[in-house]
């Protein structure tokens, strides 16, 4: 069963930045798209980044110009750059592909893979 493992988030101070990473355990055999969502308390998930399946990449409003958002497909690692933080970037950041697994020899299935979420906390 192919999981989407995150790491990076942490404590950070208004104004710094945190590297988020995610890869894939287990066998992929391709991806369309990467994305990283985040889900305040108290809020609905939303759409941080995304780099979509021509490899074109489109941010949040609130994001643009502050995050980057990269990744290797082939490798199905996906990274979220988050500089000059702020007290409203506090949220469970999940990182998601739609990707690819072989069921068969002659099939692959695609579906949406969500990681668990890392907590990014943004105070001084």
């Known amino acids: 069963q192919v999981q989407l493992v995150e790491s990076g988030g942490g404590l950070v101070q208004p104004g710094g930045s945190l590297r988020l990473s995610c890869a894939a355990s287990?066998?992929?055999?391709?991806?369309?798209?990467m994305a990283w969502y985040r889900q305040a308390p108290g809020k609905e998930r939303e759409l941080v980044a995304i780099?979509?399946?021509?490899?074109?990449?489109s941010y949040a409003d609130s994001v643009e110009g502050r995050f980057t958002i990269s990744g290797a497909k082939a490798k199905a690692t996906v990274y979220l750059q988050m500089d000059s933080l702020s007290p409203e970037d506090t949220a469970v950041y999940f990182c998601?592909?739609?990707?690819?697994?072989?069921?068969?020899?002659?099939?692959?299935?695609?579906?949406?893979?969500w990681g668990q979420g890392t907590q990014v906390t943004v105070s001084s």
């Open positions: 287990g066998s992929i055999h391709s991806v369309n798209d």
């Open positions: 998601k592909m739609h990707a690819g697994v072989r069921t068969s020899a002659r099939e692959v299935s695609f579906s949406n893979i």
């Open positions: 780099i979509y399946s021509g490899d074109t990449t």
